[in-house]
């Protein structure tokens, strides 16, 4: 194996569960997200020429991502979602509160919140997870998505309003320590 593939190889291994755990967020579904992961990462190994001297591989591969979805949802097809259990995606994510309390109580919390998320817009849950999941900043949320930094602050706003409506038991874990 050459230095190049070596290098894109240990790239995969090393970044591939955070970028699931984005992609599984953004989706709703880990059949879509590990697609969605496979082809950020298909246009990945396109560019890894230039992309690993420049340092800015998984930069290039989580915009490769969110550029993908978003024209996913474009499309107008609306993903399949079985009611189940949380995956194991969720469980290396960590969150506000995820040290309170015990297993049942944070595995609730986790469902609730995978549930509410999934009734928001497209839109919203992208910004959410670029914003608070990705600790992105506004400018650079606007960026990935391309939109103005007024339509993230907007989004934002509403996404979390519409959680507080749609899952107001989440606000002690979430929503004090997000955006009051």
């Given at each position: ?9 240990a ?48 930069a ?7 550029h ?21 995606t969720?469980?290396?994510?960590r ?5 309170d ?60 309003a ?19």
């Amino acid at each position: 194996m050459d230095a190049l593939a070596a290098e894109f190889d240990a790239f995969v291994r090393a970044r591939s569960s955070s970028l699931l755990r984005s992609a599984f967020l953004l989706t709703g579904d880990q059949h879509l997200a590990e697609d969605l992961v496979q082809n950020a990462l298909i246009s990945t190994h396109r560019s890894w020429r230039r992309l690993h001297h420049a340092g800015n591989a998984e930069a290039y591969t989580r915009k490769v991502m969110y550029h993908l979805q978003v024209a996913w949802w474009r499309r107008g097809k609306v993903a399949e979602s079985l009611a189940g259990d949380v995956t194991e995606t969720m469980r290396g994510s960590r969150r506000p509160g995820s040290g309170d309390g015990d297993h049942a109580t944070i595995t609730a919390v986790r469902i609730t919140l995978q549930a509410a998320l999934l009734r928001l817009t497209n839109r919203q849950r992208a910004v959410l997870v670029l914003r608070f999941f990705e600790d992105r900043t506004e400018t650079e949320a606007a960026d990935l998505m391309g939109v103005s930094v007024g339509t993230i602050k907007s989004q934002t706003a509403k996404a979390l309003a519409r959680l507080r409506t749609i899952a107001p038991e989440l606000d002690e874990f979430y929503f004090t320590r997000v955006a009051r």
